[in-house]
């Protein structure tokens, strides 16, 4: 019985970060800037363009799978959140993560979109 829930534990934590990975993150920090990166990740191999290459692919896919379902999740709408500008940025984050659909807003308009940008990090920019 013991062997059986450990090697259920095993498969479903094998399971999460095996997750494939398809993102595309597009960026701004003013309208006319756009950026855009991409990230692809399985079992065995890790790829990223744009402003995700400096973040290194292996270091993009563990964030990704770790915040999967952050990402796929809308913000709590009961949140209260103190009207502090962050600063200019706007994300989204499109694509899936295992059988996650992922479509994410992010901006700094206020303290709390600005900890979910902290959370995202570092699929998103670190803000200037």
């Known amino acids: 019985m ?3 829930l450990l090697a259920a534990f095993a498969l479903a934590g094998a399971t999460a970060s ?3 990975v398809r993102l595309t993150v597009t960026f701004s920090r003013t309208p006319a ?3 855009v990166a991409h990230l692809r990740c399985t079992a065995g191999t890790a790829r990223a363009d744009g402003f995700l290459r400096a973040v290194g692919a292996g270091r993009a896919c563990a964030s990704a799978r770790r915040n999967a379902a952050f990402l796929a999740s ?5 949140r209260a959140c103190a009207q502090i500008f962050g600063g200019p940025e706007r994300a ?3 694509g899936t993560i295992g059988d996650r659909r ?3 807003s992010f901006s700094r308009t ?3 979109e600005t900890a979910d940008w902290r959370r995202a990090m570092p699929l998103l920019p670190r803000p200037r």
Do not use: E, F, K, W
């Not at 809308?74 to 009961?78: D, E």
């Open 2 to 4: 013991i062997a059986a």
């Open 18 to 20: 095996d997750d494939q």
């Open 33 to 35: 800037a756009r950026h």
């Open 74 to 78: 809308r913000p709590p709408s009961n």
């Open 92 to 94: 989204l984050v499109t």
């Open 102 to 104: 992922i479509r994410r």
């Open 110 to 112: 206020d303290s709390c």
